[in-house]
């Protein structure tokens, strides 16, 4: 859809009247941070509202399948969104927590590699601190913030530089909002890990919500099984915010205003 072009009302009717029609065969998949959760300065602020975890609640009672799909720990997303029952796709598809299951399971896929990241960033060419970059240790995965350092455009160019010799090095840099994350090559994505949870038996039909670059490796993931006739009916909503990024509103199905708008959205779903 054109950017910026808004949506509402008669379409969410049409596009998500299946899912609110036949709840059993229908799955809610969303992103957690900038689409429960508004962006805070530092990702450990974060908060999921009251008032859209009591929507999760509500849509998980009656619909097939509820999952969070996050950048986060899956256990990390779990106790952010406060919700055991639900399902969590963490460290962006490469770990999996089934409702009410102690701990994730991991991506086999990468098995071995686990520390890749963590050793390139020790043997690093220079400290990260002068730049002022943040380091967020999550495992496989390595992410370096630049959100609220003194210089943000400094500290972002650093870790173009980094993300330049992490790839020389075998890794995968990949980009969020003022967030570079090196990981193993291979494995994972929000496009697995939509796939992985869309495996629960008897769900056809579902809606996937992002507001970042990684997101749209799931609404691609989400086509796909669309096409290959795995889903009767897949709607991509995007979140939009002032640093959403290129491509997220073209690639929408519809659009929503920030967490607030999916909120509504979540609510219309569960009315
Ligand atoms: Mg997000």
Redesign the pocket.
Known sequence: MEPGAETSGDAWEALLGPLREEPRRSAVLT?????LAPIVERAEAAAVPAAAREALAALNERFGLVGCVS?RRALEARELVGLDELAYAGNHGLELLLPGEAEPEADPSISGREREAAEFLATAPAALDGAGLRREDKGPIQALHWRGAGDETAAEARARELAVAAGKAGLEPRW??KVLELRPTGGGGKDAAVASLLAADGVDRAVYA???RT?LDAFRRLRELREEGDLEVAVCVGVLSPEAPSGLAEESDLTVSGPDGWLALLRWLAG
Not at 31 to 35: L, P, V
């Open positions: 992103d957690i941070d900038g689409t950048g969020g909002r992002g507001d970042d997101d």
